[in-house]
């Protein structure tokens, strides 16, 4: 087994088929974060993009391990703070250090690595992504939450009449849209959020508004890769609107934003059960929520990704810092201390958006 790092943008098309076939045979790897095109987009806006490729003895392509090289020191996700999940695109038990060895780091740093896959022994952290699957039809769905006690879509439901009454009738909810408007719209209720809220303006790095902005532009013929736009309409405005990444049958919510005048009918709520709906009747299986202690997540979701944090590393100071990291967040988050326990993981957090966000010529500068 050897490993060579490149550029994503000069993968070869055998390549690139391997490593859609690795995702179509693991059930796991459905998100969109973890399909070339996802690693391929990110690449053409940050130089610092490399794929470490596994390969066997006869030079073919085995394995797959995206990484954004965020220092001399360690490696990050590709995307950074804007990818939910990151995983090793191939078979268990390969020796995944060699990867790090390759790209010459000190590590490569997990922030929701899959547990069910390759890198779970590389896990110290554990967190879950909450999934709406309804590979069943939406009814079917439906029918799961109520039974397991949860009344979330009747009462989405019943404000989604009120709002429609109220507004005359006059609601439509309109599914895969591309209107420019609509989406240029979320972007500004969502800055506007961040700001209100004292969370980083990541629309602020132009690599991330050029990445999000492919996303909506991507070829909706595509049946890899792409954006997927909902939009709840008021008298023909949008009162709420969500923008999702899809990969196959697969969505991953991933922006959504309303009009703070209609907050009393929650319009995103509302949009969210009706593109469960319309996903579902167009042939998607599921939309993965991501994670986050967030009872709307906890409300939809029937299905929990196990993910964690942590690091692939090799013996060296850079690897020995993050280990003690972790080590000092486990001892903390057991002693009853209160909020307190919530105070490393948050601050790990926080250092690995900065890191994250930041592109080369940021840094330089």
């Not at 088929?17 to 940050?46: F, G, I, K, N």
């Not at 989604?160 to 240029?184: C, M, N």
């Not at 961040?194 to 909706?220: L, S």
Request: hydrophobic letters at 45%; a neutral charge; one cysteine or more.
């Amino acid at each position: 087994m050897r490993v060579e790092c490149v550029s994503p943008l000069a993968l070869e098309s055998q390549d690139v088929a391997r490593w859609r076939d690795a995702l179509v045979a693991d059930a796991e790897l459905t998100s969109p974060y973890l399909t070339p095109d996802w690693v391929q987009l990110v690449a053409r806006h940050r130089g610092d993009v490399s794929v470490a490729v596994f390969r066997d003895d006869q030079n073919g392509a085995v394995g797959f391990l995206p990484v954004q090289l965020s220092s001399s020191n360690a490696a990050m996700p590709v995307g950074g703070p804007i990818c939910d999940y990151q995983a090793f695109i191939g078979p268990a038990g390969v020796d995944l250090s060699l990867a790090v060895r390759e790209l010459g780091v000190g590590r490569i740093d997990l922030t929701a690595g899959l547990a069910n896959n390759a890198v779970a022994d590389c896990l110290f952290a554990r967190d879950a992504g909450h999934v709406v699957r309804f590979a069943g039809g939406w009814q079917d769905w439906c029918d799961q939450r109520a039974a397991a006690g949860s009344k979330t879509i009747s009462r989405t439901r019943k404000k989604l009449a009120k709002l429609t009454r109220d507004q005359g009738g006059d609601v439509d909810i309109e599914s895969f849209s591309t209107d420019p408007e609509a989406f240029e719209m979320l972007l500004r209720w969502k800055r506007a959020q961040m700001k209100r809220t004292g969370v980083t303006d990541i629309f602020e790095h132009a690599w991330i508004d050029r990445v999000v902005r492919d996303c909506f532009a991507w070829p909706a013929a595509d049946p890899h890769f792409g954006g997927a736009m909902f939009v709840l309409r008021v008298k023909g405005q949008p009162a709420a609107v969500l923008f999702c990444l899809r990969a196959r049958r697969a969505l991953h919510a991933w922006f959504v934003a309303h009009d703070a005048n209609l907050a009393v009918h929650s319009p995103g709520l509302i949009l969210f059960v009706e593109a469960i709906r319309a996903a579902a009747e167009a042939g998607f299986t599921e939309m993965d929520l991501g994670p986050g202690d967030y009872a709307f997540k906890e409300s939809l979701a029937n299905h929990a990704r196990p993910i964690g944090a942590g690091f692939i590393g090799r013996p060296g100071l850079s690897a020995a810092y993050k280990a003690a990291q972790f080590q000092m967040r486990a001892l903390i988050e057991r002693l009853p201390v209160g909020p307190a326990r919530e105070w490393p993981a948050k601050a790990m957090r926080r250092l690995d958006i900065a890191r994250g966000l930041a592109a080369p010529a940021d840094r330089a500068a």
